[in-house]
């Protein structure tokens, strides 16, 4: 699918341009085309992928609860509020260019906004964990206190975007647009360490989340510290989680569908269910971000904006479904 993406987009070109292109041979444009563009795109679409599918299936697993997902810490809520502080107060530079788009194009620095985004966004983790910590760790306080963390960023995110300029309104607002065209090589790098450091510490703690499956005490007795391993595995899926949304915006449902229909197909065993669920992430993003640019016309779709109406049936079907009766 990822050799299938490359194929696709608004510029329309031949297979065998593409096939051209990916060997240094074709136009200068086809070139940069392929090896600046559409292959840093796939390369974020397969790292983000695996980074929230497994993040996804990691939370579900740790807070028992199968509507768990990356953003059940409010991780992107914090995200979206660091990547408005930046754009609309900072320079992203409002303060100074105010409402000139001139000005604003020279004096905004992505990176300043993902590093923003990032920030908060760890920040959020580490007081929610803190006051999980601090109050009980149990399953239940950790989704109650992520929800109410969610509703405080994304409080004072309406605030922000309230006073903003024209120009910094439309600008905030487009960043939260999941969208894997802003990848490049070294965003794609950073994303990647994370999420394999990630991964290769979830494969090594597979057999301790197996045991929590049966429930704190059965995994207690055998052995496992459960409050150290669901507060170190939190923390790694969330800051998996953060880095991807910092990014690339907000892609949601990955974390949810994906581990599903991997664990429907695999079963509960972890060390499958971790690398199916990578796989089945990064084949999700791909196939919505091949759809995306399909039916963008001209234009790619936000990647987010596919991957949402391909979830929200999916989530609907969780609830009502035998899975969601109790």
């Given amino acids: ?20 292109a990916l060997a240094g041979k074709s136009t200068a444009a086809n070139n940069r085309i392929i090896w600046n563009i559409r292959i840093p795109r796939v390369l974020a679409a397969l790292i983000a992928g695996a980074g929230l599918s497994v993040s996804g299936l990691i939370m579900q697993t740790n807070l028992n609860n199968a509507m768990a997902s990356p953003s059940t810490l409010g991780v992107s809520n914090a995200a ?63 989704v109650l206190a992520g929800i109410a963390m969610g509703s405080v960023w994304t409080a004072a995110t309406t605030i922000l975007q309230f006073y903003a300029t024209d120009v910094g309104l439309s600008a905030a607002v487009i960043w939260t647009f ?3 065209g802003r990848a490049t090589y070294r965003t794609d790098l950073i994303m990647s360490v994370t999420v394999g450091v990630g991964i290769l510490t979830f494969l090594f703690l597979s057999r301790r ?44 449902f990955v974390g ?51 991957t949402s109406l391909l979830g929200a049936p ?9 899975g969601g009766r109790h």
């Fill in 80 to 142: 979206v509020f660091g990547a408005n502080l930046s754009i609309i107060v900072f320079a992203g530079g409002f303060l100074d260019t105010m409402n000139i788009q001139a000005t604003f194009d020279t004096g905004f620095n992505p990176f300043s906004t993902s590093l923003m985004a990032f920030v908060f966004s760890v920040a959020s983790i580490l007081l929610i964990l803190g006051l999980c910590r601090v109050r009980s760790f149990s399953p239940n306080i950790v």
């Fill in 256 to 306: 949810i569908i994906c581990p599903h229909i991997v664990k429907k197909i695999m079963g509960q065993e972890h060390l499958w269910s971790i690398t199916s669920s990578a796989l089945a992430g990064s084949l999700l993003l791909l196939l919505s971000d091949t759809l995306s640019r399909s039916m963008g016309n001209g234009s790619a779709l936000p990647v987010g904006a596919i």
């Fill in 209 to 252: 989340y197996d045991a929590l499956l049966s429930g704190d005490a059965v995994a207690i007795s055998v052995g496992v510290n459960v409050r150290v391993l669901r507060f170190v595995s939190l923390l790694l899926s969330s800051m998996i989680t953060a880095v991807c949304v910092s990014f690339l915006g907000i892609i949601g």
């Fill in 178 to 180: 999941g969208d894997l």
């Fill in 314 to 322: 999916f989530f609907i079907a969780i609830i009502f479904g035998k």
């Fill in 1 to 20: 699918m990822a050799f299938v993406c490359l194929f696709v987009g608004s510029s329309h070109m031949s297979v065998s341009e593409c096939l051209r």
